[in-house]
């Protein structure tokens, strides 16, 4: 029937994979490019003190067009320019038309200012990209950054690798039988020829297995709606936002039940399958 578990969880199911492929895309894409050195550019400390010293001249820009600002605006208040303004149509013509001897041209005084406050904010935005990016280079020099950058470009080839596999499994309609672990440890054990008792074994490591990514994806998943809904809530919107969070993560449980049956043992699988129907 149409309120049958099985068609619920389907419906369900398929907007939390939906979102599980978006945010997997976005982590195979970001991570490697955060971590890998091959993505940073050369930033030397002379990059970073030129772009400084060009931000210190566009500041110093600006206090001295202020401060001519304040000066010209001092010295009409000492004319009475400003409380004695003509009023009116042709009071507006008089002063557009006329100007005082040595007065500052202030309105285009204030473009020129707002100008360099724009460039100014850029600047400042792209010092503090040097600034991190010369960290992230000192951090890749260190034994943890180069096991990141190691493990980059294997989680690379292995995207790559479960790219391909995914296109012939949907084009040649194949479903797996056999679990990763189970599939890893058989393999080892028959090329090693070490005595091992796969069956106790992959149902311990699958169990971790399983915990682990079940763990680091909501982790990741919670990570990533923390910062979206940190950049659009506000007062007003504070319980939306928590019911759509809550929303988010009842699919991604499910999606995350529905899609971790192929990384468990057979036994296991059919019961998972057992309770959810024959999705």
């Known amino acids: 029937g149409i309120l049958s578990i099985e068609q619920l969880i389907s419906r369900v199911g398929v907007i939390g994979v939906t979102l599980m492929a978006l945010l997997s895309g976005f982590g ?8 890998m ?31 001519r600002i304040a000066v010209a605006h001092r010295t009409m208040f000492q004319r009475g320019e400003v409380h004695n303004k003509p009023s009116g149509f042709w009071g507006m013509i008089k002063s557009v038309t006329t100007s005082v001897p040595g007065s500052e041209n202030l ?5 020129e200012v707002d100008a360099l406050e724009e460039l ?44 391909f596999m995914a296109t012939i499994n949907i084009v040649f309609d194949r479903v797996g039988k056999t679990d990763p672990v189970t599939r890893g440890i058989e393999i080892t054990v028959n090329y090693l020829g ?24 909501i982790r990741g998943l919670l990570i990533t709606l923390t910062k979206f ?51």
């Open 28 to 35: 195979a894409v970001n991570c490697p490019y955060t971590y």
């Open 107 to 111: 309105s285009l005084i204030q473009q």
């Open 194 to 217: 070490i005595q091992f008792d796969v069956k106790f074994w992959s149902q311990h490591i699958s169990f971790i297995l399983v915990g682990i990514i079940i763990v680091t994806s």
């Open 120 to 163: 100014s904010r850029q600047l400042f935005l792209e010092t503090a990209d040097l600034h991190a990016t010369k960290e992230r280079i000192e951090y890749s020099k260190t034994f943890q950054g180069k096991y990141f950058n190691f493990m980059g470009y294997f989680f690379s080839i292995y995207c790559v690798w479960k790219i």
């Open 229 to 279: 809904f940190y950049a659009i809530s506000s007062s007003k919107s504070s319980n939306v936002i928590v019911l759509l969070l809550a929303q988010i993560m009842g699919m991604y449980f499910v999606s995350s039940v529905l899609l971790i049956r192929m990384s468990m043992p057979p036994e296991y699988r059919t019961i998972i399958t057992e309770v959810l129907g024959e999705l």
């Open 37 to 67: 050195s091959y993505f940073l550019r050369n930033v030397t400390d002379a990059d970073i003190l030129a772009l400084e010293r060009r931000l210190l001249q566009t500041m110093d820009m600006i206090v001295s067009k202020k401060k």
